[in-house]
């Protein structure tokens, strides 16, 4: 097992996988201490050929004689399908590292939803039901930092992209049989969009979770979540480290203004009573505070409470799970519970309404929603029937 080192080691490989129809790949990466990831390793594969095993490389991208140029130049060569699995981390690291996507992009793992696999299937379970191996994820939780990298490590890390051969040809295969690669397509183009992977401190209050429609509270949370968003990427450490939801909506609430009020806090870590983070957050909630009203954020009405039609909301769950019976597609990729609740209180700006959604389930969920169809069940099997 051959691992790569240096640039010109890479750039040759990279040049063989140009030649190839597609080829596999995967990385490691840690997360725990960082904001950004930390590539540890690349795992690449090429397609066996005549019957022999096509080469498989470990690429260590903490080598000093290292740079990643050959991989990112690979990614832009159309002629390579790059085939990854459940690719959104792999693309972030890429993204945020080399400003590049692959293209084209096979995603095994939402390919095997569209083939009737289910939700959110994993690496595992692909590897048993189609190449009918089994996998040993022992490593699966270790240091991808530390050097050298034990046996165990490199072969788990292998694993990762030459099983990912077969499954990648038997997948592409079962979509060009059934004519739904445009789905997967259209599903990849959310993977391969920049806005994917942009956070802007400005926005981060969005993900806050609070039941709270306050104007003044809510841009309390902005503040305090722009101010913690932009330390924690301009620092390189998680945003848990700085203080957590729990801690930021306690301030939001206590509103403190001193670092006697902050010393009150009961979620707040003791190293955010201090110092620069200590500043940051008075200042934050001062600013908020002081903001001219008609400044301040408001709930949109994704956040508000919808007037569902609950007898609605429920036909439409039995005629998402009868439509995904029906076409081996897992119902969480067509919709999910908040489509369903936006179209029953009649809401049509829903991803489940367009696309390839629209033709699997969106059309019909319009019809049952305008009373032009209705629901009923015969030999075991849910129908629609016109009204």
């Known amino acids: 097992m051959q691992t790569i080192t240096t640039t010109d080691a890479l750039a040759a490989y990279c040049e063989k996988a140009k030649s190839e129809p597609y080829v596999t790949i995967d990385t490691e990466f840690l997360r725990e201490r960082t ?3 930390k590539l540890c390793l690349v795992q ?9 095993e096509g080469e498989a490389v470990l690429v260590d991208p903490l080598s000093a004689d290292l740079s990643l140029e050959p991989l990112y130049d690979l990614f832009r060569h159309k002629a390579t399908v790059k085939v990854f699995h459940a690719a959104r981390q792999d693309l972030e690291i890429f993204f945020i590292e080399g400003n590049v996507f692959p293209d084209p992009l096979f995603d095994t793992q939402i390919a095997a939803m569209v083939c009737g696999f289910g939700e959110q299937v994993g690496y595992e379970t692909l590897v048993r039901k189609i190449a009918k191996e089994s996998l040993d994820k022992s490593s699966r939780f270790t240091d991808w930092s530390r050097r050298p990298l034990t046996e165990a490590q490199k072969k788990y890390a292998i694993a990762d992209v030459t099983h990912l051969r077969q499954i990648y040809e038997f997948l592409a295969t079962q979509l060009k049989e059934s004519g739904r690669d445009a789905w997967v397509e259209e599903e990849e183009a959310v993977l391969l969009n920049p806005e ?17 429609s306050s104007a003044r509270f809510l841009g309390i949370v902005r503040a305090l979540a722009q101010f913690r968003e932009g330390y924690a990427q301009n620092r390189n450490i998680p945003r848990s480290r700085i203080f957590k939801d729990d801690a930021l909506l306690e301030l939001a609430s206590t509103k403190p203004v ?3 009020d902050l010393s009150r806090s009961r979620l707040l870590l003791r190293e955010a009573r201090r110092g620069e983070i200590a500043e940051g957050i008075m200042t934050a909630v001062k600013e908020a ?3 001219p009203q008609d400044s301040l954020p408001r709930v949109s009405d994704q956040g508000q409470q919808l007037q569902v039609d609950t007898a609605l909301a429920d036909l439409l769950r039995v005629l998402l799970k009868a439509k995904s019976q029906e076409t081996g597609v897992a119902a969480k990729l067509i919709a999910n519970s908040a489509d369903l609740d936006r179209i029953a209180a009649g809401k049509r700006d829903v991803a489940a309404l367009q ?4 033709e699997v389930f969106g059309h019909d969920a319009l019809r049952l929603a305008k009373g ?10 849910v129908e629609l029937v016109d009204l």
Do not use: C, F
């Not at 032009?372 to 099997?381: D, F, I, K, N, P």
């Open 35 to 37: 904001y950004w990831s």
């Open 44 to 52: 690449m594969a090429l397609p066996d050929r005549d019957g022999q």
């Open 196 to 212: 994917t992977y942009i956070n802007r401190p400005e926005e981060a209050w969005q993900r806050v979770k609070t039941r709270t």
């Open 258 to 260: 001193t670092l006697d």
């Open 289 to 291: 505070l002081e903001a």
């Open 355 to 358: 696309g390839w959604r629209a």
């Open 372 to 381: 032009e169809v209705g629901l009923t069940a015969r030999s075991g099997a």
